[in-house]
């Protein structure tokens, strides 16, 4: 395989970060333990979250609520999970659609796209 295909699997654990990754960026694990606490299991679960929802865990301030989303920003692989219209372009001409003949079958199995 070539060095530039990467799995869809590959691709896939890029993007999962576990939140632990945090503590490497100046992130106590109590705060992590918080984190965790509140439902907030992944980096990408973190960076999703609003300010206003970190602040409502308890003991988060402005302070700490900004400290964490930096933090998060530099845990976080090339750009967050955000692609440019040219990589979405690319991802979406890997994906193909297999018809069972019948349009309404088609139309309850949504179309039976694979990518």
């Known amino acids: 395989m070539p060095a530039s295909v990467i799995s869809d699997d590959e691709v896939e654990e890029q993007l999962i970060v576990d939140i632990d990754q945090l503590q490497a960026h100046g992130i106590g694990q ?8 509140a439902g907030l299991y992944t980096v ?18 402005e ?15 090339n750009g967050a ?5 040219h990589e979405l372009l690319q991802l979406r001409r890997r994906c ?5 003949g019948s349009k ?5 199995l949504n179309g039976l796209r694979h990518c």
């Open 63 to 77: 302070v700490k609520v900004e400290k964490v989303k930096e933090a998060v920003r530099k845990c976080l692989p």
């Open 30 to 37: 109590a705060d992590i333990g918080k984190m965790k606490a």
């Open 96 to 100: 193909f659609r297999i018809s069972t």
């Open 81 to 85: 999970g955000y692609v440019t219209g």
């Open 44 to 61: 990408a679960s973190v960076h999703s979250s609003t300010t206003k929802t970190l602040l409502k865990i308890r003991g988060f301030s």
């Open 104 to 108: 309404q079958w088609d139309s309850i």
